[in-house]
């Protein structure tokens, strides 16, 4: 069974911190990806990554990096955390190529306050 | 780019009755369609997908249906049993684009 995990479940932060969202797959997928789900909106793509060190901006990208230095783990990064960020992030993986199934780990909801 | 619209956006619907959910998507060059399910407190997970290829696929008690030339695609849940509680999405992708573009969803309540 494929299997992502996420770093935490739930956190809490402040306007301004560094905020680091850790990503790990035990599948070897080249695929990894950054989502956000909010309510009315669905998942909307942050980032996405389809080899290590190589990244692709989503349809939000603005206000967030990723990491990509080992094959398993994809690291979202909120340089100056917002109110507006506050949000579940969802990461998911799949494998190489178009169109296969994406497997999701089970969200970190974050708070900023 | 693509968009891609789902309705309803709650649904509720008698235990043993069927749920249906639509969605219409606007790149008519768009050839595949999942659907994932999301229970409470876990990540989305396929239950089913459709190609362009085909108009209508089915998976036990799960259905999809596919109209190209209306650009739009459903989801059926027949006999629906509590555990089909959740909430759904579609999505929408080209085979030369590397990412898929999620519905906004729809709270699938069974009700007992």
């Known amino acids: ?113 | 780019g693509e968009n891609v619209e789902q309705h309803p956006s709650t649904l509720s619907v008698q235990e043993g009755d069927s749920a249906v959910i639509k969605c219409t998507y606007s790149d008519s060059a768009s050839n595949y369609f999942p659907w994932y399910k999301q229970e409470l407190g876990k990540g989305p997970q396929l239950i089913i997908d459709i190609r362009s290829n085909v108009g209508e696929k089915k998976d036990q008690r799960i259905a999809v249906t596919l109209n190209k030339t209306a650009k739009h695609f459903s989801l059926h849940i027949t006999e629906t049993q509590p555990e089909d509680s959740a909430v759904y999405f579609c999505a929408a992708s080209r085979s030369s684009a590397s990412k898929i573009i999620f519905g906004s969803g729809t709270r699938l309540s069974i009700r007992p």
């Open chain 1, 1 to 113: 069974d494929v299997k992502v995990t996420q770093s935490s479940r739930y956190l809490v932060k402040r306007t301004g911190e560094k905020v680091f969202l850790e990503c790990v797959q035990d599948m070897d997928h080249e695929n990894m990806f950054w989502y956000r789900q909010d309510p009315g909106l669905g998942l909307r793509l942050i980032y996405f990554s389809y080899d290590v060190k190589m990244k692709e901006k989503g349809d939000i990208p603005e206000g967030y990096s990723v990491s990509r230095e080992k094959k398993e783990r994809f690291s979202l990064i909120l340089e100056s955390a917002s109110t507006n960020q506050t949000s579940m992030y969802l990461c998911a993986s799949s494998k190489s190529g178009i169109q296969e199934t994406q497997y999701f780990g089970p969200g970190t909801r974050l708070l900023v306050l």
